[in-house]
């Protein structure tokens, strides 16, 4: 898989992440790396694990999902 960004730029790029909302293909270059809390169901005990994930999204993707 290539990069999405590097192709419409007329470059090529191997893909090392997908964007998790869009699914565009993404080089080391293109890839933002989103921090993304996980919430588990437990009752009355800590619904939000201590550390967060990993979420790849794109340069149009991250900024679009942190207004949410």
Do not use: K
Request: charged share 15%.
């Amino acid at each position: 898989m290539e990069c999405y960004d590097c192709s419409t730029a007329g470059r090529t790029r191997t893909a090392v992440a997908v964007c998790h909302h869009c699914g565009a293909g993404l080089c080391g270059d293109h890839v933002r790396v989103v921090a993304d809390a996980v919430h588990h169901l437990s009752g009355t005990g800590a619904s939000t694990a201590p550390q967060p994930a990993r979420r790849m999204a794109c340069r149009t993707c991250a900024p679009a999902e942190a207004l949410g």
